[in-house]
């Protein structure tokens, strides 16, 4: 690393030039190479909303004026890679998801978006579950956590569906009124998702046009398969006593679930041809289980999720939110420079120590001490960052958490100028 006096190397390039620059610098620190600097993104969300003056609402919902912010912040802060919001309320407002608040939506128009946790499928559910995950979900499930959709209550088991001509019969029932409610509502989430889907490819483009690369952590969704159980079916409660009063129908269910976010993520790289996969973890951080009961319940289905998909061409992109640090053991045994790993609050250094030579490691600056420190704060823990962490490559700057709402965009300048004079490799 050097320290010479800092004056921005990306000056008088042209944005083509810096698209490649940035685009290879992450794909270099991806793999475990080093790269001629150290890439900085900027996951801003609400951070632009306060930048500019505007509600959070308004952010979620008017496009053209979050690419217009989005697009003023990349050019100030110049950072490798930068994303806004990355949730749409169009789906969820459309079927009525009880899942989920908006600004202006169940909230203050300057509300910050809330996942809403509950215990969405019961204890006697799990056999239904185990036997067919997709008939259970759709007639079962879906009508509990939408509103719109309570009218797929009425349909007949779906496997009746392979009776062929004699099926027909059964889709008189499409015509009942709470059926056509759903179905029309289905429609709507599928119009408001393309329309979120097309507004964050434009917003990519454009950004590529001014020469910022895509942010890494595009790609399919997925969990770890616990999380699954537990984020949108069980809830934390019924989880955790799952662990004691049902357990072999948990592992059974994490089968299930294994198997088809594997086929899903795989079929989702083919047909877009982006090969990663973003999996945020919940529930696996020290302190919400035994690590027995991780061996058991949590690692083994989630290292199968993950080198399934690296033997697929996939990279898992995973987000360890909490802290990690009596797990780092379990992560060294996954496949070497084919995933990376996104810590929030994890102890960085001792991350480095034991995953340097596993995986790119993702993260590094707190959110705290951008919206609380100092610049001499910021600026002297980004040094030790770049020097310690960014040591040999295969590390990408960026907060620990994936949204900067409250971080104050002089610090921030200071982080990203400072990443950038003494990021760079000799």
């Avoid at 269910?253 to 945020?280: C, D, H, M």
Wanted: proline share 6%; aromatic share 10%; hydrophobic share 40%.
């Amino acid at each position: 690393m050097n320290s010479r006096p800092y004056t921005d190397p990306d000056i008088g390039k042209t944005p083509e030039q810096l698209f490649a620059e940035r685009t290879k610098r992450f794909q270099d620190a991806l793999r475990l190479k080093q790269p001629d600097r150290i890439p900085i993104q900027l996951d801003m969300s609400y951070m632009l909303a306060e930048m500019y003056g505007v509600s959070h609402q308004e952010q979620h919902e008017n496009a053209e004026k979050e690419q217009e912010m989005l697009e003023k912040a990349a050019l100030y802060f110049q950072p490798d890679s930068i994303l806004g919001l990355f949730n749409n309320p169009g789906p969820s407002l459309a079927v009525g998801d009880r899942m989920t608040k908006f600004p202006g939506h169940g909230m203050d128009s300057n509300g910050s978006f809330q996942f809403v946790e509950g215990e969405y499928m019961k204890g006697e559910d799990y056999d239904a579950f185990i036997e067919d995950p997709a008939d259970w979900s759709i007639r079962k499930y879906w009508p509990r956590v939408f509103t719109e959709l309570e009218g797929l209550a009425l349909l007949p088991p779906l496997g009746i569906a392979a009776f062929g001509t004699y099926s027909l019969p059964n889709l008189g029932i499409l015509k009942a009124p709470p059926v056509v409610r759903a179905l029309q509502a289905l429609a709507r989430a599928v119009e408001a998702q393309a329309v979120a889907d097309a507004r964050a490819m434009a917003s990519a483009q454009r950004l590529a046009v001014l020469g910022f690369a895509l942010p890494t952590f595009v790609g399919s969704v997925t969990e770890a398969p616990f999380d699954l159980m537990s984020d949108t079916l069980r809830g934390m409660r019924g989880i955790m006593l799952d662990l004691y009063r049902r357990p072999e129908k948990l592992l059974a269910a994490q089968e299930k679930v294994l198997r088809f976010e594997l086929e899903y993520a795989i079929s989702w790289s083919r047909a877009t041809g982006i090969n990663v996969s973003f999996i945020p973890l919940h529930r696996g951080s020290d302190g919400f289980m035994s690590l027995p009961q991780f061996e058991k319940f949590y690692w083994p289905q989630l290292k199968a999720l993950m080198v399934g998909m690296v033997d697929a061409g996939i990279m898992p992109f995973v987000f360890y939110e909490g802290i990690w640090d009596q797990r780092l053991k379990y992560l060294a045994e996954l496949p070497k420079g084919k995933t990376a790993g996104w810590f929030q609050s994890s102890d960085i250094f001792k991350v480095k120590e034991k995953l340097g030579n596993t995986m790119c490691i993702v993260g590094g600056m707190r959110n705290s001490l951008l919206q609380a420190g100092t610049s001499e704060e910021v600026r002297d823990f980004t040094i030790k960052l770049c020097r310690v962490v960014g040591k040999g490559g295969g590390f990408i700057m960026t907060t620990g958490v994936g949204e900067m709402e409250g971080c104050k965009p002089d610090l921030v300048k200071v982080w990203v100028d400072t990443t950038k004079q003494y990021g760079v490799y000799a």
